[in-house]
Nanobody
Framework: QVQLKESGGGLVQAGGSLRLSCAAS????????MGWFRQAPGKEREFVAAASWSGSSTDYADSVKGRFIISRDVAKNTGYLQMNSLTPEDTAVYYCASDRTYYGQSVEEYDYWGQGTQVTVSS
């Protein structure tokens, strides 16, 4: 089983930036897709961003396009989500996810999930 651990969450003021990290336990992380989702209190988990095995193909939710950047460092078995121009609407628990085959906007496409990291954006 692939173990994923998110980090980098915290409290930030509106307009600020955070970079989330997702450390994978497998050495062959380059052969796994990567996705980021978030869930706010009282709301369902929603798609944020995703990347293919190589990271060359990416997909973003319209709400974060132009502000967030998904990337990965296969040498460190780590994925990243750079979040810029944060707003209070970005406040949520952020989860990283991975799969051997699929990437996309559906939670059903991912077999492996981290425990989440809290991001709180104050106004």
């Amino acid at each position: 089983q692939v173990q994923l651990k998110e980090s980098g969450g915290g409290l930030v003021q509106a307009g600020g930036s955070l970079r989330l990290s997702c450390a994978a336990s497998v050495r062959t992380f380059s052969f796994y897709t990567m996705g980021w989702f978030r869930q706010a209190p009282g709301k369902e988990r929603e798609f944020v961003a995703a990347a293919s095995w190589s990271g060359s193909s990416t997909d973003y939710a319209d709400s974060v396009k132009g502000r967030f950047i998904i990337s990965r460092d296969v040498a460190k078995n780590t994925g990243y989500l750079q979040m810029n121009s944060l707003t209070p609407e970005d406040t949520a628990v952020y989860y990283c996810a991975s799969d051997r085959t699929y990437y996309g906007q559906s939670v059903e496409e991912y077999d492996y999930w981290g425990q989440g990291t809290q991001v709180t954006v104050s106004s």
